[in-house]
Nanobody
Framework: VQLQASGGGLVQAGESLRLSCAAS????????MGWYRQAPGRQRELVAA????????????NYADSVKGRFTISRDNGNNTAYLQMNSLKPEDTAVYYC???????????????????WGQGTQVTVSS
């Protein structure tokens, strides 16, 4: 299983970016996808996460207090992809953003394998003031 993150870049404060995370490989179903970030000298922190069900099947979401009202996480279950729409970016949002997923793996003959956690490679987000 691989998680491919994309969409980072350099923007000015107040601008927007959209990150994508595509999961591929032997996947039976995805339970949860999330975005974390790590700034230099700081610990990795959860930014936003979304589950596969709940809230009329749109998924349950949770956000770090620092991004509530500015960031929106969503997912395309059919394509095993999660998105992070980041609006009104601030310099303090500068970090490497990592995609993360909890998913049931798939075994031959369509048998569900164990649930595992995966990380994607990071994508740099830099917000200038």
């Amino acid at each position: 299983v691989q998680l491919q993150a994309s969409g980072g870049g350099l923007v000015q404060a107040g601008e927007s970016l959209r990150l994508s995370c595509a999961a591929s490989g032997f996947i039976f179903s995805i339970v949860r996808m999330g975005w974390y970030r790590q700034a230099p000298g700081r610990q990795r922190e959860l930014v936003a996460a979304i589950t596969s069900g709940g809230i009329t099947s749109g998924g349950r979401t949770n956000y770090a207090d620092s991004v509530k009202g500015r960031f929106t996480i969503s997912r395309d279950n059919g394509n095993n992809t999660a998105y992070l729409q980041m609006n009104s970016l601030k310099p303090e949002d500068t970090a490497v953003y990592y995609c993360n997923a909890d998913l049931w793996t798939a075994q031959p003959m369509g048998v569900r394998g164990p649930i595992k956690n995966y990380w994607g490679q990071g994508t740099q987000v830099t917000v200038s003031s």
